[in-house]
């Protein structure tokens, strides 16, 4: 934790100190965050990286505290622009979820109304946080989609007569028709070709420009590599390595991130891409001392005892003995 201090600046707009969400079930618990602590700056694209199962959504579902039985928040402190969202009222977290942070979710169509057209959908979210007539809300809704780059007559759509790509739009039109701070996406173009995805990712750097600060949660290395000022990468739980994206790239220190790398593929080069052998951890029953041990190639005696701790090393966190 003091290392994390030491390495942010005094404009953070989020702070999560040691949060822990576990998954509670009759074969044990399942430690989904496991201590996990980071800082968002003002206006800064933070990509959240790691395999599926790893923690990076239960992670964004904390901090919009939407985790449901049998998951819980068990410790820690999740401060936004100074609140504690974990001590607010339920209430209150209800007008900061949209007002403050907006969220765009995987897939749109479960968080759409396949019933209700997309214009009274904008709407009536607004409504619910500002007081304006239909009109006015209207005239708004159709400003949003104008600027995530549909024509404002989408009001009139349903979400079935959209194409995949342009039902994501509606989704970012609609985490930000409260203008919040903080957007979270969650592996916002995963569904989508990467001429759609590109789109898509110039949308939320255009959020970064008007001054939101942006967490993309992926699995696409690459993908968070471009866009991010930073990159937060997580295994079974942990963040084992966090810095800046560039220097992050060209000389990854977390064994595990090598791997990520060196599995993306990369047709100007075309070297051999490398698959990570083993799977990530039973998190129920993880693997004592550094979890990615099994996986490791440069794994020593004590990786296998004792959990490594986080390092600062060149202005980058590293979660990895080797550097002790
Ligand atoms: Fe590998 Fe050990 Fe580092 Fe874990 S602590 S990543 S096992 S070297």
Redesign the pocket.
């Known amino acids: 934790m003091m290392v994390a201090e030491s390495l942010a600046s005094n404009n953070k707009v989020l702070k999560i100190r040691n949060l822990s969400t576990h998954y509670f079930s009759r074969r044990g618990v399942l430690k989904a965050v496991d201590r996990v602590s980071m800082d968002l700056r003002k206006q800064e694209f933070i990509g959240i990286v790691g395999e599926s199962g790893c923690g990076k959504s239960t992670l964004a579902f904390s901090i919009m505290r939407l985790i449901q039985p049998p998951g819980k928040i068990v410790e820690g402190e999740i401060l936004f622009n100074g609140k504690d969202l974990l001590k607010l009222k339920d209430e209150e977290m209800r007008r900061v979820r949209g007002k403050e942070i907006g969220m765009v979710f995987q897939d749109p169509m479960t968080s759409l109304d396949p019933l209700e057209k997309i214009g009274d959908q904008i709407v009536e979210t607004i409504q619910m946080h500002e007081d304006v007539d239909k009109k006015e809300a209207l005239e708004k809704a159709m400003k949003l989609l104008e600027s995530v780059g549909l024509p404002g007559d989408r009001v009139n759509y349903y979400p079935h007569q959209l194409s995949g790509g342009q039902r994501q739009r509606v989704m970012i039109a609609l985490a930000i028709a409260l203008n919040p701070t903080l957007l979270i996406a969650d592996e916002p173009t995963t569904a989508l070709d990467v001429i759609v995805q590109e789109k898509i990712m110039e949308i939320l750097e255009k959020m970064k420009r008007e001054g939101r600060s942006i967490i993309l949660i992926t699995h696409d290395f690459s993908l968070a590599a471009e866009k991010s000022d930073r990159i937060l990468i997580m295994y079974a739980g942990w963040i084992?390595e966090m810095g800046d994206s560039m220097k992050l790239v060209a000389e990854p220190l977390?064994?595990?991130t090598k791997g990520l790398i060196e599995s993306v593929p990369d047709i100007w080069l075309a070297r051999k891409i490398k698959t990570m052998p083993g799977f990530p951890p039973d998190l129920i029953n993880p693997p004592p001392?550094?979890?990615?041990?099994p996986r490791?190639?440069?794994?020593?005696e004590?990786?296998?005892r004792e959990e490594?701790p986080l390092i600062e090393v060149n202005g980058r966190l590293v979660?990895?003995?080797?550097?002790e």
């Open positions: 084992v977390h064994p595990y001392g550094c979890k990615f041990h490791c190639p440069k794994a020593k004590i990786c296998k490594p979660k990895c003995w080797l550097y």
